[in-house]
Structure formats: C-alpha cells, structure tokens
C-alpha cells in the first residue's frame, strides 16, 4: 500500500513538473504534448481518432475535446478516412510539427532532469522489469515462466 | 525514454483499472474515493481545501469542482474554520464515511490483484527505493548520502 501511493505521487510529482515546465516554456499542457508525439511517431502523420485516444490513454470525448482545441490552435487537422466513410483521423500540420519541435527540447530536458538523472542504470533496469510485470495482461503467462 | 513511457502506460493502465472496479461496483470514481480516504484519515475527519487539493494532487478549481460534486451527493459537507474567517473545511458526513467503508473492499482488492500480487517482495523493496529517489526534493541530500 505503501509501495502504490509512493506510485501515485512519483506519477503526480513527475507530471507537475514536466507540465509546468512545457506551460511555462510553451503554453502547451501535456496531453496535447502527448497527441502532437503520437502523430508524428505515425506514418503519414496521422492516425484514427480511436487509436490516438488509446494511444494517449483519454476517452472518446476527452479525445474529441482536445483535438477540437488543437485545431483551433492550427496544429492538428481532421480527415476523413477514405477506406471507412464513418471515420476520421487526425493530422499532424506543419505548423504542429514546429510547435512540436520546439516543445520537445524542454520536454525531453526535464524527463532527463526529473527522471532519468535521478536513477542509476541499475535503478532503470529494475524499474523496467517491475513495470513489465505490472503491464502483464492478466493469464498470459510471461516469457520467465514459458 | 522507454522506462519514462513503461512508466506512464503502468500508471494509466493500473488507475484505469482501479476506476473501473469501483465505477461497475459502487459508482464512485476514483478522485472521490481519494478524497473520502484523505478526510478520513485526518482528525476529526476534516481538512482545509487547501490542504485537501495538495493530498489529493488535483489544482483549487478541480477540488472545489469535486467538492461541490460530493457535497451534493451528502459525502461531505463544508465548514468554516472558526480560527481563520475566509478558509473552508471539508467535512466527511457519515454517510461519506459508510460509502467509503463499503468501496473500499473493491479498492484494496484491486490493488493486490493490479499491483501487489503480480511483485514479489524483492520488487517492492526495489520500486519503493527507485520512487524515493524520484520524489526526493532537488538539492536536498539524501539520509544515505549524508
């Protein structure tokens, strides 16, 4: 129990910072840091309203409230899929792509400085063992114990 | 990077779990459920706003949002403090406290069956040495390294 709330303020202490640091520098709040990386990790640039709210862990309409503000912003545009009449994608512009490409200094500095500088190799390497177990999908039996 | 990512996928699968069980189970989503356990484990139940938003980890207009949410569900009522004029309690009602008494069967659960039970002893020794580091505050040197 301990263990789990220490979880959960690393999380909110981390993000704080992280996201005061992207507001401060650049007046964008860390989830529409995170569609802005997403698409532009995707082919094309784009990506299915559906799979970017799975990729960026918000619901449908978290997701639609956010791409509706990106692109009054300019920085994301939508399209319709031309495979599936009823769906849509989201795209990264190019000015998004600037935008982006100017946030990510500061964002990848402060994972450095809040996270990264903080932990050994050995600390990382643990870290990312526990988290693997922790995302097991329940049944599927680990490589450990194939 | 990956350990960052690994890091923030645990955080949004486990709490995304937790919500789940107790929205099917009792209605109540999982900031409420912070908010009933804070009060209740402080004196007299009560705890100034301010302090409330910092436990819980949620900006003054998220609380008073909440707040105003679980006051008109009966969970808690708000109370001036008789020692400073302009500053507000939150109050745990008994019925906030019989709500919290029954979700909090589900919440324990779901941590063991999320988080606890799928590390051994060794991993939580681990993990809470890792957070540590994470949380400890910037220039302030550790007990080890004094």
Redesign the interface.
């Known amino acids: 129990?301990?263990?789990?709330r220490?979880?959960?303020?690393?999380?909110?202490?981390?993000t704080?910072n992280l996201e005061g640091d992207l507001l401060r520098e650049h007046e964008l709040p860390l989830p529409s840091y995170d569609v802005l990386v997403q698409l532009v990790e995707s082919p094309e640039r784009k990506l299915r309203m559906t799979e970017l709210a799975d990729a960026v862990?918000l619901s449908r309409s978290g997701l639609t409230r956010l791409v509706d503000r990106l692109e009054r912003e300019g920085l994301v545009v939508r399209e319709a899929c031309l495979t599936d009449g009823r769906g849509l994608y989201a795209v990264l512009t190019d000015a998004g792509y600037a935008r982006l490409r100017e946030a990510s200094g500061t964002h990848l500095r402060g994972?450095q400085r809040?996270?990264?500088a903080?932990?050994g190799s050995d600390?990382?390497a643990?870290?990312?063992?526990?988290?693997?177990?922790?995302?097991?999908e329940p049944g599927q039996p680990s490589v450990l114990s194939a």
Request: proline share 0%; no cysteine; hydrophobic share 70%.
């Open positions: 129990m301990q263990a789990w220490a979880f959960l303020r690393a999380h909110a202490v981390l704080r862990m994972i809040w996270f990264a903080r932990l600390d990382v643990a870290l990312q063992r526990i988290l693997g177990r922790l995302l097991e």
